[in-house]
């Protein structure tokens, strides 16, 4: 079977995605004016602009109209992969309490991989540090919100496999936008003061066991925290079905 030929737009789009993707360009940087570009590409001015429009809609460029403007690259990251993933979820109608399963599925699992490992004194070090930011912002819902979730991320990155940790980004972003969609007071998301203190202390006894090796209770520990962080998270909202396309 033949391969369809590539119209020059596409063609474009994706010799820009290469570049962006290989690292060649990087995020912020500007790949100049719409004038600049039919120059270097040798194409049309509306072949370009549908170029463009197709990596605006895969998020890998900003077009910013007016004297100043231009086209601005973004790397991927999972906030790309988090709007794809939420569109699917969307459609098939599948409820937050699903994906928050899907992510305490894998944090267990990672925290047994961590405690497992010969070399897990950097990573020790890591998370209390990210603790210890925790604490420091526990008086401000939106700061421990962000310093919380860093810490969810990095239990999985630790683990040391990317593929996973790629999922674990893209599950916890699904999960922030939806809580923050469907809560109706700031701090629903992270739970009250007493909450956030009871969650520090089961992470520091998450890390006392990974320090101690003990992957089991490890794992064991971390799935009912889990389920603990589900219910306060998701509350009420947990057979809500993920909706997200006004909050991209």
Do not use: C
Not at 17 to 30: H, M, N, Q, T, W
Not at 139 to 157: I, S
Not at 175 to 181: C, E, H, I, L, P
Request: net charge negative; aromatic share 2%; no cysteine.
């Amino acid at each position: 079977m033949v391969a369809a030929k590539r119209e020059k737009p596409q063609l474009i789009a994706d010799e820009l995605r290469s570049l962006i993707v290989a690292g060649e360009l990087s995020e912020g940087d500007s790949l100049g004016h719409e004038p600049d570009l039919v120059e270097r590409f040798g194409v049309s001015r509306p072949s370009l602009r549908e170029a463009l429009r197709i990596l605006e809609a895969e998020g890998l460029v900003t077009v910013v109209r007016g004297v100043r403007g231009g086209v601005v690259v973004h790397e991927p990251d999972e906030r790309m992969t988090a709007r794809t993933a939420a569109l699917v979820l969307q459609a098939r109608n599948v409820a937050l309490a699903d994906v928050f399963e899907a992510r305490s599925l894998l944090e267990p699992i990672a925290a047994r991989t961590i405690a497992s490992a010969r070399g897990r004194g950097a990573a020790i070090k890591e998370l209390r540090r990210l603790i210890d930011e925790e604490t420091a912002a526990i008086e401000d819902p939106e700061r421990f919100g962000v310093a919380n979730a860093a810490f969810h991320e990095r239990l999985v990155a630790l683990a040391g496999n990317q593929t996973l940790s790629i999922v674990a980004e893209m599950l916890n972003e699904v999960v922030a936008r939806a809580v923050t969609a469907v809560s109706s007071q700031a701090d629903d998301a992270v739970g009250s003061l007493s909450t956030r203190r009871r969650g520090i202390r089961s992470q520091e006894r998450l890390v006392d066991l990974l320090d101690a090796g003990d992957g089991a209770a490890a794992e064991e520990h971390w799935r009912s925290h889990m389920a603990v962080v589900g219910k306060v998270m998701l509350g009420q909202q947990a057979a809500t079905v993920v909706d997200l396309l006004d909050h991209y």
